[in-house]
């Protein structure tokens, strides 16, 4: 059974750069992983996305490994506004389409 | 901005009523998601569309039903509302192959009493 699991919480403080490991030993030869930040009474936003090695953009990083069962969100810098839950989500792209999801990261940024 | 939006930010109605969440977005998404989302469990995928008139369940789909009409707009609807369906439901579409950015909607919190 394909699943994703990610730490219930974490805590970190200003200017310090955060990773969140997610774990998808099950992974399939065309899953993609995917990245979203969750802020209270709204619904989740797209961070980043990758299927292998190092993916980049404005305001996260992502880090895959080369078997792929593992995947490491990493936020440089973090700000108070970073205080969010982090998802992680596993896209099976194959004749059974499936979005495995983690249980989400509850990220608190402290000062 | 893609837009999604949602009929109801709450709603709380009775065992046994019928009830309807609607979704609206903004930017001719073809495929149209609902979930549930509780503590603890993350989101869970109820029903998703990828074209008007196509559903297909996901992975809790008993108890609940679903409409797309119209390719703006994905319903989702509870037959007769039990209290284990008190939750949060979130609504998202996205666009081309499905690994594709999902937009979510704000999220409607319902509760059945």
């Known amino acids: 059974l394909a699943k994703t699991t990610q730490p219930i919480s974490m805590d970190s403080y200003e200017g310090q750069e955060v990773n969140i490991t997610c774990s998808h030993n099950n992974i399939a030869t065309n899953d993609y992983i995917t990245w979203y930040q969750q802020f209270p009474s709204q619904g989740p936003r797209f961070i980043i996305q990758g299927y292998k090695t190092k993916v980049t953009n404005e305001v996260a990083s992502l880090f895959i490994p080369a078997d792929r069962k593992s995947s490491t969100l990493s936020l440089p810098r973090v700000s108070l506004s970073d205080t969010a839950v982090y998802y992680c989500?596993?896209?099976?792209?194959?004749?059974?389409?499936?979005?495995?999801w983690g249980a989400g990261t509850k990220l608190i940024i402290k000062p | 901005d893609v837009k999604v939006t949602q009929s109801s930010r709450y709603l709380v109605k009775r065992t046994g009523e019928k009830v309807f969440l609607e979704c609206v977005q903004d930017?001719?998404?073809?495929?149209m998601f609902w979930y549930r989302q509780d503590p603890g469990l993350g989101l869970r995928l109820i029903y998703f569309?990828?074209?008007?008139?196509?559903?297909e369940k996901g992975d809790i789909p008993e108890g609940y039903s679903v409409s797309r009409e119209k390719k703006e707009r994905f319903s989702l609807i509870l037959e007769s509302a039990s209290t284990n369906q008190t939750s949060m439901y979130l609504c998202a579409s996205s666009t081309g192959q499905g690994a594709n950015e999902q937009y979510f909607g704000p999220g409607t919190r319902l509760t059945v009493t």
């Open positions: 569309s990828y074209d008007v008139k196509m559903k």
């Open positions: 930017m001719d998404h073809e495929n």
């Open positions: 989500l596993v896209v099976r792209m194959d004749s059974n389409y499936q979005l495995i």
